[in-house]
């Protein structure tokens, strides 16, 4: 008979592994994988009902809301303020950060960033979206009311990272700083599967990931490496494939299982790169890193070691397959990026 290790157990047994883990973080993990799975019904559903298309608001970036941004951002805030294990939350749907008043909240150790739906932009046209989650331990003492300096915490200081993918099949991947672990819903009966054990990303790729449409604009070391990307060899099997959905979730999570490197640089039109470096890249670094891949912002310049200034900064993204990055950071070292 097949044996089936679900998301819940799979925490309770690591939770074991720890001697005197209280359980908090598996509590917090239980308000995720809820919140996942009912935005896993909602996305099903997006080009049934009325609730794809825009929601008539901008958020704090200017961006027009979607329908089901507002829907997953009020999801995972209120599932994550329920057990009193997080005490606050920010969110790149939110302007500033969130405390939860109550106190049972207050005694509550963790603060969690999240992009409740990232790649939105995407839904209407049936592509996959996702959440990135990131969890730290507050620095403010516990008991007291959150503080901006609990969430201006450099990358290598989380506790835990993931994301959901809502594609072909919705996935959970996160990791706890113990490696990588993935696990697909099976909606028929509800769970969360382990389906990927130690994910670990292979130290070479053929898949190169950017928006080349803004090429002109982009550092001369980035234009260098993407032309090194298009050139013959056979030996480093270049030309490489390039594959870029724009939903950072999806583009990370096919790199990860196959191998390859995603650049979001500095343009004209995004003079500090487009992706928020609380929200996403600092996520997404530690899962890479996790995974035995690789994170930089700039040359020689690990994202996790960045010292956040504030909520929403934006951060130049090269992150991937450890050789592939190590090329990048070459040409960027040497040319710019
Ligand atoms: P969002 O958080 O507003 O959805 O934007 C982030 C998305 C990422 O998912 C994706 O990688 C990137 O923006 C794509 O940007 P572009 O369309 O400039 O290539
Ligand atoms: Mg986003």
């Known amino acids: 008979m097949e044996i089936i290790k679900t998301l819940g157990e799979f925490i309770i047994d690591r939770q074991m592994e720890y001697p005197h883990a209280s359980g908090e973080l598996s509590s917090l993990f239980s308000s995720i994988r809820l919140a996942a799975k009912i935005l ?4 099903n559903k997006a080009g049934l009902a009325d609730i794809t298309g825009a929601a008539g608001d901008d958020n704090v970036q200017g961006e027009e809301q979607q329908k089901l941004d507002v829907y997953a951002n009020e999801r995972f805030k209120n599932a994550l303020a329920q057990r009193g294990v997080v005490c606050g939350i920010a969110s790149e749907e939110e302007e500033e950060f969130v405390k939860f008043q109550e106190t049972k909240n207050r005694e509550g150790k963790y603060v969690v960033l999240i992009d409740p739906l990232d790649g939105s932009s995407n839904i209407d046209v049936n592509v996959s979206v996702g959440t990135i989650f990131s969890i730290y331990r507050r620095v403010s003492p516990v008991g007291t009311q959150v503080t901006e300096a609990d969430f201006l915490q450099p990358g290598h200081a989380q506790i835990a990272a993931g994301y959901v993918v809502y594609g072909s099949s919705t996935m959970l991947v996160y990791s ?4 990588v672990n993935g696990f697909t819903y099976d909606p028929t009966i509800g769970v969360f599967c382990l389906s990927h054990p130690n994910l670990q990303i292979p130290a070479d790729g053929t898949i190169y990931s950017i928006n080349e449409g803004n090429y002109v604009h982009f550092p001369e070391g980035v234009k260098k490496y993407i032309k090194y990307c298009q050139e013959e060899d056979a030996e480093t099997k270049r030309p490489y494939t390039s ?11 096919r790199n990860l299982i196959k191998g390859g490197i995603y650049l979001y640089p500095t343009s004209s039109r995004y003079p500090n790169g487009k992706l928020r470096l ?4 600092n996520p997404m670094a530690f899962l890479i890193e996790q ?11 690990r ?3 960045i010292e956040p200034t504030s909520l929403h900064q934006r951060c130049p993204l090269f992150l991937g397959s450890m050789n592939m990055v190590d090329r990048l950071d070459q040409f960027i070292t ?3 990026g």
């Open 334 to 336: 040497e040319f710019g």
């Open 40 to 43: 896993h019904r909602e996305i």
């Open 278 to 281: 609380l929200y996403e890249c």
């Open 176 to 179: 706890t700083g113990n490696g």
């Open 243 to 253: 594959r870029y959905i724009g939903s950072l979730v999806s583009d990370f999570h």
């Open 291 to 301: 995974a035995g891949g690789k994170a930089l912002a700039g040359p020689g310049q």
């Open 303 to 305: 994202v996790l070691d």
